[in-house]
């Protein structure tokens, strides 16, 4: 339910933004503030359930999920819309995250791989799916509000399951909790996660922006700050610190906390899926949507999967297996699809190894050696996955944008061969022949016998008498539109594989540092 929504509100983004009559630049805060809110509450739910019961803790993040979801619908204003999608975010954030811990504290060492195998499965499905689900409801009821109201009944229904079905496991603290953490940590996380959901397409031009870099250095200003705080805290007796310094200090987990940062990079290039269909395949952009589905149904192989491999040969050997699978099957999109079923394919490839890394191998090495904390420690670890989340479509569409920046240098390169192919195949009338030598000679005394560049195109286009004629200029440009998204694309997913690659390399590291695991005490 919490990981569907995220997916669902991009299909109705536009009819939102219609009934509240704002801007797509404002209208795109429906998931920045949820982004936002995610963030922030994902390393206090992770300490609160520790510390009070991840089953109180729970019930509540469902209770604050299902009335987020009733007050959007019901939302008179974009103010208000706005408030009730944070709320949501406060509920959504935390759900995962206990789930996972639970299973860690509650089930026997031998099946934990297994069932976060299988709630990884769920979670990675519910992101593909979302937007999917979102379209059809939409389509169904022509009504954006049904995508928040069917939250309602199914928060209620867990509620009330949760109260009778889950037991209660928590990592009791004596000391006093920290607020003052809590205050500075939420400030540092909303600076630092507003500041990058703020870079523009030129990832290193938009470190000029106050809004960028002026943010983004204050969250980290507030964290350094907060670390020098919470470790003079943790000297004290009897308190109970908001960040797990002691975990901090452990290039083991810190290591785990950047293969986190690479997954969410790699989760990221699964966003741009749609797009890549319909602008190198030639899909229509109704149904580029539904062209997830096979990625989506591999993830969930994937992650349980992962589950299986984590109890049979370890979660390093799991990582590295999953690097390998996404960075070849990202590579394959530049290096190999020309048609749908290869696309099939190296999709599903990218997402059983997307899928393989969800739920069980990190989350087992993020919490290994701990007897306490480990919502607190599963926490972090989805924070930083956020975090790669938030930064790597920046980067992905900074690829896209310089392929089509480039265009013109195609129609200067490749349009005038592209175009007598297409004569060539044609079988144009003479006339047409006729016309279309008489345009030649045009732009050959206008252009001084240079190629003919985007405008130049429009322009004749514009001007041409016959329809054959116009046609296959027409389909020449289309050629050249999408030589230039292969481009983009292309760098897009290399960037994608590479990043694959750090997460191999990433293991390979973290895999001598896991004879130094440092065994918490309850207190941590």
Known sequence: MAQLDNGIISSALTTINRHFDVTDNWGAWGITIYTLGLSISLPIVGKLSDRYGRKKLFVVEIALFGLGSLFVALSPSFGLYLAARFLQALGGGGIFIIGSSHI??????????????????????????????????????????????????????????????????????????????????????????????????????SFRELDVSGFIGAGIVLIAALWFYESALLRKPNRDPILPIHLMRQPRYLMVLLIGAFSGGTLAAMIFIPGFTENVLGIQAEKSGYWMTPLALASGVGAGLGGALVAKRGP???????????????????????????????????????????????????????????????????????IG??????????????GYKNMGELFKTDFQDILKDNVAQANLSQEALDELAQIGRQMASASGAEPVDAGQIHDIVQSIQDPALKDVILDSVSEVTRLAAENGYGGLYWSAAVISVLIVVGAFILAPLRGKVTVSSDKG
């Open 104 to 205: 860690l504290s509650t089930v026997e060492p031998e099946k934990q791989a297994k069932y976060l195998g299988m709630l990884g499965a769920m979670n990675g499905v519910a992101a593909v799916l979302g937007p999917n689900v979102g379209s059809f409801l939409l389509d169904l009821t022509g009504n954006w509000h049904i995508l928040f109201l069917i939250n309602v009944p199914i928060a209620i229904a867990l509620f009330i399951l949760a109260l009778i079905k889950v037991g209660e496991s928590s990592d009791p603290s004596p000391g006093t909790l920290d607020l003052a953490g809590i205050v500075i940590l939420s400030v540092a996380i909303l600076s630092l996660m507003y500041g990058l959901t703020n870079i523009d397409v030129d990832f290193w031009a």
């Open 389 to 402: 989340m938030t930064i790597a479509p920046t980067i992905y569409a900074g690829f896209i944008a310089r």
């Open 316 to 386: 390093i050997f799991t990582v590295i297996l999953s690097g390998v699978l996404a960075a070849v099957g990202f590579a394959l999109f530049p290096l190999w699809i020309d048609t749908k079923w290869q696309f099939l394919v190296a999709s599903m490839i990218a997402g059983v190894g997307m899928g393989v890394i969800l739920g069980a191998p990190l989350n087992i090495l993020a919490t290994e050696g701990l007897n306490a904390n480990k919502g607190t420690a599963l926490a972090s670890l989805s924070l930083l996955r956020q």
